[in-house]
Every structure is written in C-alpha cells, then in structure tokens.
C-alpha cells in the first residue's frame, strides 16, 4: 500500500482534504452550463473532485496500465484533488459526448468549445488550454491565489470565497 496522500505532503488536521467539489467551483460550474445552454451549446462536465487514489489511478493510464496517458499529475498534485477544478466536453444533438475543438453545434460560425472557455474565464475559471507546458484543453479550474504548493501544505480557500456572487 502505498503513501497516503496527507503523509505524502505532510497536510496536517487543520486543513484535511476536501471531499468534495468546492461550493464556489460547483455553482459557478452550474452557472457555465447553464450559460452554454443559452447559447445552444450543450457542454457537459466530464470529470470534478477526484480523490488522491483515483488520480493515482489515472496516472498509471499510459503507463502500468492500458490506455493513453490522460495526465501528468499523480495523487495530490492536481487541483481536482482539491475541488477546484472541473474537465468538460461538448455533446452532439445525437448525444455523442466530443472533444472536438472546431465543433460549432450551435452554427454561429464559433466553435463551441472556444464560447464555453470565453464563459468560463468570465466567471473567475483558468483554462487548461492556456498553460505553457502540458495543455489540458478540456481542464478548467479556480484557484483562489493558491498555488498547488500552498494547498499541499494544507492551505485552502477563505471563507470569504463560500459564497459565489451571481452577477
């Protein structure tokens, strides 16, 4: 059995890890949804809060285990280990879950997934798609002015941030 992930970063019982998605990261994705929808966009979010073992397990895709590899981050190296991050898709009107970048479903004459990330921004998200290094196009995250480091050592969002504004 391996480490377990509070050892591994030595988080200690003042901040144990989140169990869930962040109340904040969960209504402003609700929101993104929604906002799609209204512009005849049907995005889905595909993957939220995973625990340290499950990220574990999607580190080995690739690897030790069949499959492509999807990730870079092992358990607790991920804002999705934190609740603060969500993976999303666009799905077809024939209910075909895609990843298509140049998709335009709603035929506005934009792909829909670039509209669902301008949406995201402006609700507060970072997008995966806009790192330097390993792009993660369909990863979009808050991270409150913490750094991954900072929520290893135990540090987590303010209270003050609980409370989504609906503007």
């Known amino acids: 059995m391996g480490i377990s992930i509070l050892n591994r970063f030595n988080i200690g019982g003042t901040a144990p890890m989140p169990t869930e998605l962040h109340p904040v990261v969960r209504e402003r994705s609700n929101q993104l949804v929604q906002q799609a929808a209204d512009k005849g966009i049907m995005m889905v979010i595909t993957d939220d809060f995973r625990s340290a073992e499950v990220q574990d397990r999607l580190y080995e895709q690739g690897r030790t285990a069949a499959g492509n590899i999807v990730t870079h981050a092992r358990g607790g190296e991920s804002f999705h280990n934190f609740g ?50 390993f792009k993660d196009y369909p990863h979009l995250q808050m991270n409150f002015g913490l750094t991954l480091g900072d929520l290893q050592n135990g540090k987590r969002p303010a209270d003050l941030s609980l409370t989504a504004d609906t503007h």
């Open 84 to 133: 603060l991050a969500i993976d999303f898709a666009i799905k077809t009107p024939s209910a075909d879950v895609i990843w298509d970048m140049q998709y335009d479903g709603n035929q506005n004459g934009k792909a829909d997934w670039g509209e669902v990330v301008e949406m995201a921004k402006a609700l507060g998200f970072e997008w995966g798609g806009d790192w330097a290094q």
